[in-house]
């Protein structure tokens, strides 16, 4: 398995409260999933808990961009610094900036990023929004700023150090757990514990709520199978908040996972790397 920094993958790749019912009248939000880059040959059973170790799979790296009730929200944030452009196989690449302009957004359009969680290829591009405010739990965030807690983790003192900037400026807004809401229409959850605090979104659409998994789920195959991620805190967290997806979710095909390329085959593509969610 490849190694980055002395890390594996499944490492880097590493409380549940009831669902709730939101009453919010009309589509509020287009949701688009926008593909930044790949990454080639990844191990299948650093992914999905029990899989054959020996399947390999090209994973899509993606941020998904929420357009509505006057905002310009995007989730998650990707990665660009060329750390970790050089320590993985990246195909396709372009800065996340880039891909939601060719999408027809600027980089200082986007109002808000929110980061589900904080390891490298999620929260390394915030900084290329400048004029948004940068969303993510208090405890994830605190957490991660003691340097113990960034060894062998996937959370790396470059994005920390960005994350400080934030707050330094007054842009960083801190979540306090679980069933928040970032904007009318847009909700996080905790409870997949990829990382210490990790969180998922909901956003309604005109189809009805939508999930952006992130990597709570990071294919298909964890749905479908019923089976955790492989980098979890927490098995049973993990299908727990699986399971709650499907309550929070208009229909299940609405549950977007973080790396799976199928998004872009199950959804209708509206441009190359640009999928329309609904």
């Not at 390999?56 to 998650?76: A, C, N, P, R, Y």
């Not at 969680?117 to 929004?129: C, I, K, Q, S, T």
């Not at 928040?180 to 979104?201: D, I, K, M, P, W």
Request: glycine share 8%; hydrophobic share 40%; charged share 25%.
């Amino acid at each position: 398995m490849k190694r980055f920094f002395g890390i594996t993958a499944v490492s880097l790749l590493v409380g549940i409260a009831p669902a709730t019912s939101r009453s919010v009248p009309g589509p509020l939000y287009q949701v688009h999933a926008i593909q930044y880059a790949t990454l080639a040959g990844f191990p299948a059973n650093a992914l999905v808990l029990g899989a054959d170790s020996t399947r390999k799979l090209d994973l899509s790296m993606m941020v998904w961009l929420l357009q509505g009730e006057g905002h310009t929200i995007l989730v998650d944030a990707g990665f660009y610094r060329d750390e970790f452009l050089k320590a993985w196989k990246v195909g396709g690449f372009s800065k996340p900036s880039e891909a939601v302009a060719r999408f027809g957004v600027a980089p200082e359009q986007v109002t808000d990023v929110v980061i589900s969680h904080m390891h490298w290829d999620h929260a390394d591009g915030a900084d290329l929004f400048p004029r948004a405010k940068i969303w993510v739990q208090r405890a994830e965030y605190q957490f991660y700023k003691d340097p113990k807690n960034q060894q062998r983790t996937g959370v790396f003192p470059v994005d920390v150090a960005m994350f400080e900037k934030f707050e330094r400026e007054g842009r960083l807004e801190l979540i306090d757990g679980d069933s928040q809401r970032v904007a009318r229409g847009v909700f996080v959850y905790t409870g997949g514990r990829h990382t210490h605090e990790s969180e998922y979104v909901s956003v309604y659409t005109k189809t009805g709520q939508t999930i952006i998994a992130s990597d709570n789920v990071y294919l298909y195959e964890n749905l479908e199978r019923h089976r955790p991620i492989a980098a979890t805190w927490d098995t049973v967290s993990n299908l727990g908040a699986q399971d709650r997806m499907r309550r929070l979710a208009a229909d299940p095909r609405l549950i977007v996972p973080g790396h799976d390329p199928a998004v872009f085959t199950r959804f209708k593509t509206v441009k190359p790397g640009v999928a329309l969610i609904e």
